[in-house]
């Protein structure tokens, strides 16, 4: 995006001023009138600094790493919220919102090594405030506070990461997250919250996906078994996330010299951790000799049975593949982790390597406890969809598709083809508005027919209006289709119907 | 809403470990082990504090000035901004979205008084940042960044100003905006907006509503004539804003003591100020010796007339009021300015007495150009609708009525009467989920009959599906109205077409 320099210049007080003395000899003389004015960079917004000689170096841009959305753009996205939103309703969920900012000590301590990229507000004498960094820390803080015990909920707002711009990351992105919380029997609500991530993904079309499955208690469990010291847990997760990414010769080494864990255990640790499969790797290790010794393990490996088992009955196992080198870097989940990730064509022949995660989540069934005067826990599972990527993806398939993306849904333009008929044609437009007909017409007294014809070619509205001397006369009025070009009159009566007719 | 104190409890790897001791013995007993840690309050969260011992209280709390929005608030809130949204694109408006956050040199010097009320971001290195004071400033950066010369924009987004929560205002709030940019002829875009105005606040049926109309070139023009000094425009019409909750005399002496102006002055400007009226009123005013000698007032109130010709083509003059004390509060406005007013039962004997303002807005000619680097301008006229009063309103109304609101959109539950038959539910489900029908199960393995029954009347599910084995072996399932209790028998085949049948 393009930065400019720009000069200040005056507020409407000043405007009116020199207007005042311009406007007696010339009423459009004042436009040419140049103020100069000397702002200094970054002192105090006051009123005063509209009166005093101010000059000022002005950089026009947006912060970095964030963005504005353009009318195509919005038009683009509103498709693919509405899908989301959709799905999210037809599972029964309700809705919430909660504040952009937290107090500061709310988001402390659930991010881990993230945390350094929390948002602080600058301190103006109150609160220590933090713009959010998910939606899941505020919504757990939101059913301790509330002492909600159950809830399905969903939430679509923009949360903020300090992170580097440089890597493609925004800054400020929307999460799309859904919710179940409550007491329930096992693996049923997150069966619900996969089968969501698989109808999301497939209904908008963004190619071949496939959904990774681990379990934090299996994790920890292998961790265990191969001797790795609980204090290493989170370090050596940290490096199995890599593994996506980074070959395992690089993860491995990492381990031993970095993170300064004994090679016997990193190999023993591989053999276990590059597996990925489909239920018959989750029976091999149930049965595996060393796992199979360790409870929290085996608790884990029977709920992902029982979860491939209505993942079976939902239709959706196809696109899952227990993958044991997800870790997921945040803190707070507590069981079954899961990431989708878009294939290209070439990942066909290792699925593991995608285009990157477009929604992921998992069960945290602490985090509300967390919050609670009394511990009380509220086991928690959801998913949150990774929508900025997936508007990238639904942006550029628009464009290669070629297809003329409209960004208003404007019916009919009322439209002259004589001068002079300004007020008819705003009687119309009222007409029309006030039958829910969506219209406009051109802002000016005399535009030519042409200008408006290509006004409607080019923003896609289907129909124009046309009147004249002869149709205010005769008391109809002529439709017009952009597309064929074809006219018909109508009476003014039946124009309203007419329009619905060849609208719907 | 009450606040708690609570205790920090881990995160998921103490979790994990403090399971794999006990599991062994029994699988659930983790629950009943208190882990008392300590944690310092502010300190920096990082991976470490996971493991270290802390204790901290914690106030459960949203930030001063905020608030988190429950379900049913979502749904009232819903409803509202469709209404909203249909109305601006019937009048073929697009959409933009802008950062939350602008660098804090966009917006100083746009507020006047107000920029103290702007929030500022922590500098954590990089650029100075401030959270957005309203939409109008980010878009007019945005089109001065873009060069956009002509546009028709509608934003909905959340604003942020360090106001008084005492006086019931909220610090961060939604605003509605609709803009008309571009060189257009005289009052035609400034006419639709009023219309829209108009348009919102009938359907959303929140009892009668006038809107206010002035313009800050008349109010020059006046100000002018009447002797007062230009430097102090601006604090006058400070004062004359106020004349809507304060009496005369008050603002009177506030103008003579606190902001200086000689007493013949303020008076003469009284015979003015205290004016407002329909059409006359501004014929009067065109007449008027003294004011008539202004050839700024005199463009205004020319315009004025013509506006006030094309809101009767609109048909919404029933509602406008030219009135001389409206002067608004914000520096960027040049033109025409209004703001509309809900008006309680008794504020018919002084209809300048409302309930307060739900919508406003103005001609703002110079604000693109204060961001372009040559100084170009692109006019700008707009109305922003204060949608939280609106929601409080709408609540409070549907309060009062006693409807009951559904905060899901549930068509159907899928029951049970029977143990063991959670799979054949699970069945079911995904056949209604992938037909498009919004439906849930309870997520329990052998949830009671009746509890099901009850879930849909307090949620508002109008349908139950009920099976079991019979139902089962016989290839069909019972559909119950849950508000009737009638009960039919529909094979599977025919279970969609059923439930559309009677939910359409």
Same mark, same amino acid.
């Given at each position: ?29 004042? $436009? ?30 947006? @912060? ?71 939606? !899941? ?125 004994? @090679? ?9 951790? !590059? ?32 979860? $491939? ?137 005399? @535009? ?13 509205? @289907? ?42």
């Amino acid at each position: 995006m393009a930065t400019f320099i720009c000069r200040y210049t005056s507020g409407w007080n000043l405007l009116v001023s020199q207007r005042t003395k311009v406007c007696a000899t010339a009423a459009n003389a004042c $436009h040419s009138i140049q103020v100069t004015r000397k702002v200094f960079a970054h002192q105090d917004a006051t009123a005063q600094s509209f009166y005093g000689e101010k000059k000022q170096n002005l950089v026009l841009k947006v @912060p970095k790493g964030t963005h504005d959305v353009h009318p195509k753009q919005m038009a683009i996205r509103e498709k693919v919220f509405n899908t989301v939103v959709k799905c999210f309703k037809r599972h029964g969920a309700e809705s919430i919102d909660t504040p952009v900012f937290e107090l500061k000590e709310i988001l402390t301590g659930k991010y881990g090594e993230d945390a350094k990229l929390i948002y602080d507000l600058k301190d103006q004498g109150g609160e220590q405030l933090s713009l959010r960094y998910d939606l !899941t820390v505020p919504f757990t803080r939101y059913l301790a506070m509330n002492k909600i015990s159950r809830i399905k909920r969903y939430q679509i707002a923009k949360v903020y990461r300090r992170d580097n711009p440089a890597l493609g990351r925004y800054r400020e992105f929307y999460q799309c997250d859904f919710d179940i919380a409550g007491h329930y029997d096992p693996m049923i609500p997150d069966a619900e919250c996969l089968k969501i991530m698989y109808e999301i993904l497939s209904e908008l079309e963004l190619g071949d996906f496939l959904i990774k499955v681990n379990d934090r208690r299996l994790l920890s469990g292998i961790l265990t078994v191969c001797g790795v010291p609980e204090s290493k847990f989170k370090t050596v997760c940290s490096s199995i996330d890599k593994m996506d990414k980074v070959p395992w010769d690089k993860v491995r080494s990492e381990m031993i010299e970095e993170k300064e864990i004994r @090679p016997e255990m990193v190999d023993r640790l591989s053999e276990y951790i !590059t597996l990925n499969g489909g239920l018959s790797l989750i029976q091999r290790l149930s049965e595996d000799p060393l796992v199979s010794q360790n409870m929290v393990a085996m608790e884990a490996l029977n709920d992902l049975k029982l979860l $491939h088992r209505y993942l079976e009955i939902f239709g959706v196992t196809d696109k899952i593949l227990f993958d044991l080198t997800l870790a997921r870097g945040l803190d707070y989940y507590t069981g079954v982790i899961y990431e989708a990730v878009l294939l290209s064509d070439k990942s066909s022949q290792n699925p593991t390597v995608g285009l990157g995660s477009v929604a992921a989540g998992g069960r945290y069934d602490e985090l509300v406890g967390m919050f609670d005067a009394k511990g009380r826990k509220v086991p928690c599972v959801g998913i949150s969809i990774g929508i900025e990527r997936i508007f990238s993806i639904a942006e550029k398939k628009s464009e290669e598709s070629g297809e003329k993306i409209r960004t208003t849904e404007t019916q009919v333009l009322v439209a002259t083809a004589q001068p002079m008929f300004l007020e008819e044609r705003m009687k119309l437009l009222t007409m029309l508005w006030n039958s829910g007909i969506k219209a406009e017409i051109m802002y000016k007294n005399n @535009p030519k027919l042409l200008t408006q014809l290509h006004y409607c070619e080019s923003t896609g509205i @289907p129909l124009v209006i046309i009147i004249g001397e002869q149709e205010i006369k005769d008391g109809v009025v002529k439709i017009r289709d952009v597309a064929t070009r074809e006219e018909v009159e109508v009476s003014k009566e039946n124009l309203v119907e007419e329009i619905r007719k060849r609208t719907s």
